[in-house]
């Protein structure tokens, strides 16, 4: 079993910032792999970013260049930064953990984040 618990959304202008965290606790081997999804209303939930316990990173198209994912292995923790923030990245974003690249076996509870003037 893996809880995760995220912290950092909320509202913010274009152009602007936010960092997510998601704090992970349980076995190790079941978040190996650490990453974000994110569902607009009417949307399918589509991968952001993903990051191994190695490092190794993913993005999404159309986050590449403004968000960075990263994790603390230490603290069992996955940050993304979000950077030059546009209206469109407004979605409920998830945090998602799995000993695998599938990166579907676990989720938070999710946190929502808003790009408006």
């Known amino acids: 079993q893996v809880q995760l618990v995220e912290s950092g959304g909320g509202l913010v202008q274009p152009g602007g910032s936010l960092r997510l965290s998601c704090a992970a606790s349980?076995?190790?081997?079941?978040?190996?792999?650490m990453g974000w999804y994110r569902q607009a209303p009417g949307k399918e939930r589509e991968l952001v970013a993903a990051?191994?316990?190695?490092?190794?990173?993913e993005y999404g198209d159309s986050v590449r260049g403004r968000f960075t994912i990263s994790r603390d292995n230490a603290k069992n923790t996955v940050y993304l930064q979000m950077n030059s923030l546009v209206p469109e990245d407004t979605a409920v974003y998830y945090c998602?953990?799995?000993?695998?690249?599938?990166?579907?076996?676990?989720w938070g509870q999710g946190t929502q984040v808003t790009v408006s003037p």
């Open positions: 998602a953990a799995d000993s695998k690249w599938a990166l579907r076996s676990s």
């Open positions: 349980g076995s190790i081997f079941r978040f190996v792999v």
């Open positions: 990051i191994d316990i190695g490092g190794t990173t």
